[in-house]
């Protein structure tokens, strides 16, 4: 596991393997503000506890996807 001097370049490599693995994200539904605060609450973590970004991916990813789910839900 590669270890990020900085936020900012751990962040760069969550993003790139999110690209890589999950795919663009461009759905037209972009990030809420709600979405973007608890996104970076998950980056500052692993972070800090020196996580994969594989491991962040996920979790981001996971939680997008429970959080769409619960916001469709509410909407239909």
Known sequence: MPK???LK???YGVADYIGLEYGDMENGQPLTDDEKYTIRQIVIGHYESNDSVANTSHHI????NTSRKWIKGLND
């Open 61 to 64: 990813m996971e939680y997008l």
């Open 9 to 11: 370049d751990y962040l």
């Open 4 to 6: 990020y001097e900085t």
